[in-house]
């Protein structure tokens, strides 16, 4: 079993960054594929950005690409989202998630274990 928390959300200006933290505990951690999404009322879950166990190139949404960067740190067991040039259609909630293998999941359906979530809201 893997458990989440995410932290790091806030308010911020358009332009701004922010970065969000993802700390899990359980042994599985290091063998599972994380994702972050991110939810708008009354919308879905969209993928915003995903890295496999192994590391290596990781995977992000088409809105994201050139700003935002997954990375993990494995001997703290964190994985966090360094989000540049903000927009205010990046506005979210945003869920840290466990897939239920090794390989990143890209839709809520393969998730095995979500975090509460953080708000991150953009100002124009």
């Known amino acids: 079993q893997v458990q989440l928390v995410e932290s790091g959300g806030g308010l911020v200006q358009a332009g701004e960054s922010l970065r969000l933290s993802c700390a899990a505990s359980?042994?599985?951690?290091?063998?599972?594929?994380i994702t972050w999404f991110r939810q708008t009322p009354g919308k879905e879950r969209d993928f915003v950005a995903g890295?496999?166990?192994?590391?290596?190139?990781?995977n992000y949404a088409d809105s994201v690409k050139g700003r935002f960067t997954i990375s993990r740190d494995y001997a703290k067991n964190m994985v966090y989202l360094q989000m540049n040039s903000l927009k205010p259609e990046d506005t979210a909630v945003y869920y840290c998630?466990?897939?239920?293998?090794?390989?990143?999941?890209?839709?809520?359906?393969?998730?095995?274990?979500w975090g509460q979530g953080t708000q991150v809201t953009v100002s124009s």
């Open positions: 998630a466990a897939s239920w293998s090794a390989v990143m999941a890209t839709l809520p359906r393969y998730v095995a274990y």
């Open positions: 890295i496999n166990s192994s590391g290596g190139t990781p």
């Open positions: 359980g042994r599985t951690f290091s063998t599972t594929g």
